[in-house]
């Protein structure tokens, strides 16, 4: 067992997905400790790979309290220099994840590094390589539907996809945990750009490889979620989406859309309320001795909380200013070959 990083896996469903998940990573060349967020309502959903998996730590939440939150508390119950996340859904290569904690060996001034994940249906096509943001503030997945032979050369990101990640625990103190106001899409996204905005890096690490078991499309529910979040990501760092004259909002996206300004206007009251009471953000955590002692094996019911604030400036100076110009051109570049069909 590595005494250098943890892995957290959160679950909700599908154990036979699961143990194969672990069991590809325990057939690697570096043996992380795994503790499985087991974010099921149902106390048996899990049973099977609890059975067969009793080296691994599997940590009931008692439900569903989404990706960021659950992922949250396995980073305060964990002990190790790193700590990696990945997707119960991705097949693990024998050195991903030797050769993610040799990135961060590599280079103390990353907070992140992230595998190169491979598309279940050809797998010499990339279903995800990092994310980057355009010009124009827009999203934008790197590597989507494009050769793997394209992408070998190590690269730095806007952010590492939460899916097949590593990140720097001691730099976690700096830029704080993932913002659960996202509750499950781009709070790895965010996450990335503030660690951009403190002036740490997060890179693709070719060398590292998973690949998805299946090709799944992104639900309705997820795809409204993460519409949603990019309003409140917008905010956050006070940047504008594109907006084209004329361009007559989608009907359809306009829950989400309200739902993101709702989330946006919470914020921003919870902040006022933080600055009247000289809290710090820091203090929406359950302090360690208080959810620690709860039970021996972990907070079995006591959940820490994170939840994020707006950045006090939306422009940084310097070289991080360039370093984030330079990766909104990649994203734009990224985008334009999407469109084109140049992947």
């Known amino acids: 067992m590595n005494d250098k990083v943890t892995l957290i896996i959160p679950a909700r469903r599908d154990p036979d997905k699961l143990i194969r998940c672990i069991r590809s990573v325990q057939s690697g060349s570096v043996l992380p400790q795994v503790i499985v967020m087991d974010c ?29 939150h659950a992922v949250n508390t396995g980073i305060h119950i964990t002990r190790t220099p790193y700590v990696m996340t990945l997707s119960p859904g991705l097949l693990v290569g024998k050195h991903c994840v030797e050769r993610l904690c040799g990135a961060l060996d590599g280079d103390g001034d990353l907070l992140s590094a992230q595998a190169k994940i491979l598309s279940a249906e050809d797998p010499d096509r990339i279903s995800g390589a990092g994310w980057l943001l355009d010009l124009e503030a827009n999203p934008v997945i790197r590597g989507a539907g494009g050769k793997a032979s394209d ?13 097949a990640a590593i990140y720097r625990m001691e730099y976690l103190e700096v830029t704080g945990i993932f913002d659960e106001r996202f509750y499950g899409q781009l709070e790895d996204l965010d996450l990335g750009y503030r660690a951009t905005l403190a002036g740490f890096g997060n890179i693709c690490e070719p060398g590292a490889a998973c690949r998805e078991m299946e090709s799944e499309a992104v639900s309705s529910f997820y795809e409204q979620l993460r519409i949603g979040n990019m309003e409140y990501f917008r905010y956050k760092y006070g940047m504008k989406g594109l907006r084209l004259p004329g361009r007559k909002e989608d009907p359809s996206q306009k829950a989400a859309v309200e739902r993101g ?17 000289g809290m710090s ?30 950045a006090e400036k939306p422009a940084v100076p310097g070289l991080e200013a360039l370093r984030d110009y330079g990766l909104r051109l990649a994203g734009t ?6 469109v084109l069909g140049l992947q």
């Not at 570049?333 to 999407?338: D, I, L, N, Q, S």
């Open 40 to 68: 099921t309502a149902d106390p048996n959903a899990l049973t099977a790979a609890r059975e067969r998996l009793p080296e691994v730590r599997f940590f009931d939440m008692g439900m569903n309290p989404g990706r960021a």
């Open 151 to 163: 992408y070998r050369r190590r690269a730095e990101i806007t952010a590492a996809q939460m899916d």
């Open 261 to 277: 300004r709702m989330l946006c206007f919470q914020a921003e009251m919870e902040l006022m309320e933080r600055q009247e009471l």
């Open 281 to 310: 953000v820091t203090k929406q955590t359950l302090p360690e001795e208080f959810y620690m002692q709860t039970q021996a094996d972990g907070p079995r019911g006591v959940y820490p909380l994170y939840l994020g604030e707006r």
């Open 333 to 338: 570049a990224e985008k334009v070959r999407g």
